[in-house]
């Protein structure tokens, strides 16, 4: 099983890899919502403002990223999935490879924002470790949602539609964290919000892994 | 913060009580005039009302299951 | 002729409004008579709250037998529950305009129920939008069960864990002591099974009619 899944994964990045277009149109996505912040903003001097825009920031490239998860696959590949994988393989997969996706480009907007925008994070550690948890939260949640509005039509508008009511308990927990995290308050007041949003990362795949098995029969 | 002063006010209003019950300004008046008979009247009277519609139209759709099935 | 729990609802209807007006209430201050309230306004959010659960569990229930009635159900209760979500929000933001000063605070509690209802529209949505009955049934309640969790996540735990103008919650504890009243519980927990049953009801005569209409309709 677990073989399978780093199949998934390894197969999901070539596919990735081979058609360059998506990940550069993500990288310009987030390159040019950095930039217009910067041109607005030039210095976010208050901490609360600068961590809103970073998530709202996170928030969009993970929709735009993820809504292509089960769209760009074509009707042979789903039957080849059908005949040799189970769906909880191929659902578990995707969250990882999509989490690790996420991270990736959460990292690279983090720096790019510090950047240009000032940073006032304290604890980067702490932040880093939000990002790391927010990131794959958000992938485990939206990569269900993706599954749900690519059975549903209208994929694009869909997902925002079926994704914010069920994200803004997600991110009202990161950016508790988060928040927290520039102020750089000491671990031990985290911990609950870092045990909270650790558990809603089990229980969220979790939920996936008993569900997902529904959308696939088609 | 402004909520905050909310809360640290709610708080002391909390524990008001127990200092000071009868400088609390409640709808005496209307009580002992029996006024409040007729706020209650009326809303019985609406109360009774929707309730009586609802249930004629519960005895429609069972008119209606009951013909359908002896079909 | 009719069931007994009808009467029930009658009765416990009318002992709501009477014994909600007459019986005395605690004399508090800002709230005064408006503590009345309580068995016209957080009734409807318990209500909300009961029809919801129904529906989930209807949904789960069509996960397992896949049977229309049950997404018939499902799709009954959470529009009652809806129903009472729309009248506790529109009671809530006129209390809260007398008594916190404001139709709309920042409160996790308010946000919670925003969410939930947000997410009750997206599911209205997508069941519009999916063009046939057996799909629709089956995404609809795929993500219901999943994105129910995080609501409770959002409507149970967050506020324990945050500031809350409500009683009961972190900020004001001693605040909630005015539910321990023995008069106003007399009234309050009647209420709460009054208008459950009221609603009830009415999703029972929805699901009558609805199921007339399929039947003639074949």
């Keep these: 099983m677990i ?13 990735e890899w081979r058609n360059r277009s998506a ?27 600068w961590n809103a825009l970073f998530w709202i920031l996170i928030l969009f490239m993970a929709v735009n990223a993820l809504a292509k998860s089960f769209m760009t696959e074509s009707r042979g590949l789903q039957l080849f999935y059908y005949t040799f994988l189970n769906p909880q393989v191929v659902i578990i997969g995707k969250i990882l490879y999509n989490g690790i996706l996420l991270f990736l480009l959460g990292l690279i907007t983090f720096l790019f924002y510090a950047v240009l925008l000032g940073n006032p994070v304290q604890g980067v550690e702490m932040f880093l470790l939000a990002i790391f948890t927010g990131c794959f939260g958000i992938s485990s949640v939206l990569t269900m949602i993706s599954a749900i509005a690519s059975r549903a039509g209208h994929q694009s508008s869909m997902m925002a539609i079926l994704g914010f009511p069920v994200l803004l308990p997600l991110l009202i927990i990161i950016i508790h964290l988060s928040k927290n995290a520039i102020d750089g308050i000491e671990f031990s007041v985290n911990i609950k919000y870092l045990t909270l949003l650790l558990s809603l990362n089990l229980i969220v795949p979790a939920l996936a892994f008993i569900l997902f098995p529904y959308l696939w029969r088609e | 913060m402004e909520r905050n002063k909310l809360i640290s006010l709610f708080v002391l209003l909390a524990l008001l009580p127990s200092v000071s019950m009868a400088d609390v300004e409640m709808a005496d008046t209307l ?14 009277i609406v109360l009774a009302v929707i309730l009586i519609y609802l249930f004629s139209i519960d005895r429609k759709v069972k008119r209606m299951e009951d013909r359908f099935k002896n079909k | 002729m009719h069931s007994v729990w009808k009467i029930v609802c009658v009765l416990l209807l009318f002992y709501t409004v009477i014994a909600g007006f007459l019986l005395p209430v605690p004399a508090l201050p800002i709230l005064n008579e408006t503590i009345r309230n309580l068995y016209f306004h957080v009734t409807m959010w318990f209500a909300m709250i009961i029809h919801m659960a129904i529906s989930i569990i ?5 996960l397992s037998g896949s049977q229309l009635r049950n997404d018939l159900k499902a799709e009954q209760y959470a529009i009652t529950g809806m129903m009472f979500g729309v009248a506790g929000l529109i009671t809530g933001m006129i209390w809260a305009k007398f008594t916190w000063g404001a139709f709309w605070v920042n409160d996790v509690k308010l946000n919670g129920v925003a969410a939930a209802m947000l997410m009750y529209a997206a599911y209205f949505i ?4 999916a063009d046939d009955d057996t799909k629709r049934a089956r995404l609809s309640a795929v993500y219901l069960v999943f994105a129910f969790p995080l609501m409770m996540a959002f409507i149970y735990i967050l506020p324990r864990m945050t500031d809350s103008l409500h009683p009961g919650n972190g900020g004001n504890p001693a605040f909630g002591k005015y539910d321990l009243d023995n008069h106003m519980r007399m009234v309050f927990y009647p209420a709460i099974i009054a208008w459950t049953l009221l609603g009830l009801w009415i999703t029972s005569i929805r699901i009558r009619i609805k199921n007339l209409w399929n039947e003639t309709n074949l």
């Design chain 2, 31 to 44: 009580r002992s005039d029996g006024k409040i008979y007729v706020v209650v009247t009326v809303l019985c």
């Design chain 1, 3 to 15: 073989s399978q899944i780093g199949l998934i994964i390894a197969k999901e990045w070539k596919l």
């Design chain 3, 58 to 62: 209807y949904s789960i229930k069509y």
């Design chain 3, 126 to 129: 997508l069941r519009n939008s």
């Design chain 1, 23 to 49: 990940i550069a149109g993500l990288m310009v996505y987030i390159l040019s919502g950095l930039y217009i912040s910067y041109l607005s903003f030039k210095k976010i001097a208050d901490p609360a403002t």
